[in-house]
Nanobody, 114 residues
Framework: QVQLVESGGGLVQPGGSLTLSCAASGSILRVYVMGWYRQAPGKQRELVATIGDGGSINYADSVKGRFTISRDNARNTVYLQMNSLKPEDTAVYYC????????WGQGTQVTVSS
């Protein structure tokens, strides 16, 4: 059974930074795509960034130039470095990984507020 565990959320002031981590555990041969998604109150879940096992990266326009996604294949871990955070970045952030099927983490709250 595969489990994803996220960490690193919290409260930060506008302009601040946070780093999220998500580690997959279980019987894993290969993780094809790792990604981060977010869901703000009253809104649908949206893609933030994805990274393929070949290194291809995709960002939502709203985070380009501010967020950086990276992965550690040896640890089955994906990271999201978030800089210049804005109040509109406030959401529950979920990691997702495509392994045998798509798996989701439990979510971690990110709140950007003064």
């Amino acid at each position: 059974q595969v489990q994803l565990v996220e960490s690193g959320g919290g409260l930060v002031q506008p302009g601040g930074s946070l780093t999220l981590s998500c580690a997959a555990s279980g019987s894993i041969l290969r993780v094809y795509v790792m990604g981060w998604y977010r869901q703000a109150p009253g809104k649908q879940r949206e893609l933030v960034a994805t990274i393929g096992d070949g290194g291809s990266i995709n960002y939502a326009d709203s985070v380009k130039g501010r967020f950086t996604i990276s992965r550690d294949n040896a640890r089955n871990t994906v990271y999201l470095q978030m800089n210049s955070l804005k109040p509109e970045d406030t959401a529950v952030y979920y990691c997702g990984m495509t392994i045998y099927r798509h798996y989701w983490g439990q979510g971690t709250q990110v709140t950007v507020s003064s």
